[in-house]
T-cell receptor, first 115, second 114 residues
Framework: AQSVAQPEDQVNVAEGNPLTVKCTYS??????LFWYVQYPNRGLQFLLK????DNLVKGSYGFEAEFNKSQTSFHLKKPSALVSDSALYFC?????????????WGLGTSLAVNP | EPEVTQTPSHQVTQMGQEVILRCVPI?????FYWYRQILGQKVEFLVS????????KSEIFDDQFSVERPDGSNFTLKIRSTKLEDSAMYFC????????????FGEGSRLTVL
């Protein structure tokens, strides 16, 4: 069965420091992996995706994520955090097995960047 | 930049009442989705829609739910007889293709069932 885990409910980081938001997944086929961000009282916004190719994916707002097949992980990273990065971050996966198109979501990680 | 728009932003209704949530997807998109997020819980897939029919639905999407694309722009989610547990944020999304590209989400409609 497909599943996504975001092991940390909350991540706190000081402005200017690197940040990592963790995500691990489980699928039966090959994974399509996504990160979305949700700012307060806003909808979900796409950040980046991994489909195939280079394991390091770059996305919006300076974020990047590294696909690690052996560890079944897709951690979100940013070299230098901004206060404005404070938001809720969701990892999602879609399985390429079968004909389904639905995304399976993690519970989300609340990122707080302190000035 | 094109965006998905949803109305209403917040609706309060009595249990047993019918609710219609409306979405205007991005104009050249062909695939449409409804997701929901109960407060403090995961975002959950409800249904996907393509070529004027449901292409996939979850166990949550029972007979109380229906979707429709009544004209060329709107995509609606109807809940026939709301229950307390239907209280959630409902997100509409659209995508250009059914391939694993990005979904564009609306800002959500918060439904409160009393």
């Amino acid at each position: 069965a497909q599943s996504v885990a975001q092991p940390e409910d909350q991540v706190n980081v000081a402005e200017g420091n690197p940040l990592t938001v963790k995500c691990t997944y489980s699928v039966s086929g090959n994974p399509y992996l996504f990160w979305y961000v949700q700012y307060p009282n806003r909808g979900l916004q796409f950040l980046l995706k991994y489909i195939t190719g280079d394991n390091l994916v770059k996305g919006s707002y300076g974020f990047e994520a590294e696909f690690n097949k052996s560890q079944t992980s897709f951690h979100l990273k940013k070299p230098s955090a901004l206060v404005s990065d404070s938001a809720l971050y969701f990892c999602a996966v879609r399985d390429d097995a079968g004909n389904n198109r639905k995304l399976i979501w993690g519970l989300g990680t609340s990122l707080a960047v302190n000035p | 930049e094109p965006e998905v728009t949803q109305t209403p932003s917040h609706q309060v209704t009595q249990m047993g009442q019918e609710v219609i949530l409306r979405c205007v997807p991005i104009s050249n998109h062909l695939y449409f989705y409804w997701y929901r997020q109960i407060l403090g819980q995961k975002v959950e897939f409800l249904v996907s829609f393509y070529n004027n029919e449901i292409s996939e639905k979850s166990e949550i999407f029972d007979d109380q739910f229906s979707v429709e694309r009544p004209d060329g722009s709107n995509f609606t989610l109807k809940i026939r007889s709301t229950k307390l547990e239907d209280s959630a944020m409902y997100f509409c999304a659209s995508s250009v293709s059914g391939n694993p590209g990005e979904l564009f989400f609306g800002e959500g409609s918060r439904l409160t069932v009393l």
